[in-house]
């Protein structure tokens, strides 16, 4: 009996040390930083590393972690100074920088971070109304931060940022909101539209000018050029007309071939015929027949040559010659036919070998005019 009551006095001693050792001894982790209370008062702060302790002395009150904290706030309602109520969620960054401040100086800092960003964020917002509370963020930021990396200093706590997550206005400013917002793109994009129209259409039109400007140029050039062509050409006929030495008849026979062109058309009335054509006639009718005889029937006879056909025919004018109505002129010659001018020579001499009768008397030439009765 005494012996098993010597056992359980042994093991009691043994589990007694092992108890005093583990209280003696104390780990700290990196970045973590412990409180120590002797006889329930501060006594001192350990950071990192192996701490060996006064056992049922000192006792461990708080572990501190000194990494920094991301802590999220529920969303808070806040007005704004044209009277809407907004929702905000707000995310602060903080570092515990002084251990012992974080525990004796405010029961729970984190509470206290939280209650004292609603109440800045309250008071910065009410300054603002919503435009610029969405478009401000920045500005919130900083002046949240600012107060309460003030106030929260003698907590031995330092706010490192201060986010704002989420500004959510009431469900009838949104869509308020967002038909501006529609109408204000539809506005920017009818906008783009025209500007795009305009540059389109003032492109258009200075393309259409300087195509009309390149059309004008290439046209007169080309009027040009055809010009001087024509020139060269006329300049080779002519050259070739003058070096080939044409005779009377070919001229004769070329106006012949030229004057049914010259008379086709239903308003060709009257044409005349130049002075070189009836001598051409004559030099062909004299080679052909020698003296031109007189043309008979009933269309030349009765017809008394006038003083003013008694010009001589290299001197005759220009006579025009007409046709019916509706059809071609006809072509018609001094001396050949019985419209022309006659000399008097040629009067006198058909007169003195022209047989005396009752339908020639003395001194009238047998040429009678056409249409004679």
């Known amino acids: 009996m005494p012996e098993v009551i010597a056992t359980i006095v042994l093991v009691l001693i043994v589990a007694f040390v092992l108890i005093v050792i583990a209280r003696s001894v104390r780990i700290v982790p990196q970045q973590t930083a412990v409180i120590v209370e002797r006889l329930g008062s501060y006594s001192r702060t350990l950071n990192d590393g192996l701490h060996l302790l006064v056992p049922f002395i000192d006792k461990p009150r708080d572990t501190i972690d000194l990494r920094e904290q991301v802590v999220t706030f529920p969303p808070q309602p806040v007005i704004t100074s044209d009277n809407l109520v907004v929702s905000i969620d707000t995310v602060i960054y903080y570092t515990v920088t002084n251990a012992k401040s974080a525990v004796y100086e405010i029961a729970d800092f984190i509470t206290g971070i939280e209650q004292l960003t609603v109440t800045t964020l309250r008071n910065v917002i009410g300054s603002l109304d919503l435009e610029q509370t969405l ?183 220009k006579v025009p010659v007409t046709g019916p109505e509706g059809t071609p002129p006809q072509l018609k010659a001094p001396g050949l036919f019985s419209n022309d001018p006659v000399p008097e020579s040629e009067i006198a001499d058909s007169s003195a070998h022209s047989p005396q009768g009752a339908d020639n008397p003395p001194g009238q030439s047998p040429w009678r005019p056409s249409g004679a009765q």
Do not use: C
């Open 135 to 317: 478009t401000s963020r920045d500005r919130i930021n900083g002046q949240l931060r600012g107060v309460l990396d003030q106030e929260t200093g003698r907590w031995g706590i330092r706010v490192n940022r201060v986010e704002l997550k989420a500004i959510d206005p009431p469900a009838s400013v949104q869509d308020s909101m967002e038909k501006q917002m529609r109408a204000e793109r539809d506005k920017r994009a009818a906008v783009l539209t025209a500007e795009g129209f305009k540059q389109s259409a003032i492109l258009q039109a200075e393309g259409d000018r300087q195509a009309q400007v390149l059309r004008a140029q290439g046209s007169a050039e080309a009027r040009v050029l055809e010009a001087q062509g024509q020139s060269r050409a006329i300049q080779d006929v002519f050259d070739a007309i003058h070096a080939g030495e044409p005779t009377s008849d070919l001229l004769a026979y070329q106006y012949l071939q030229v004057l049914p062109q010259i008379a086709r058309g239903d308003a060709n009335k009257m044409w005349i015929i130049p002075s070189e054509l009836t001598d051409a006639l004559r030099g062909i009718s004299n080679a052909l027949g020698g003296q031109p005889d007189a043309p008979t029937g009933s269309d030349d006879a009765g017809k008394t040559p006038t003083a003013a056909s008694t010009k001589a025919r290299t001197g005759a004018p």
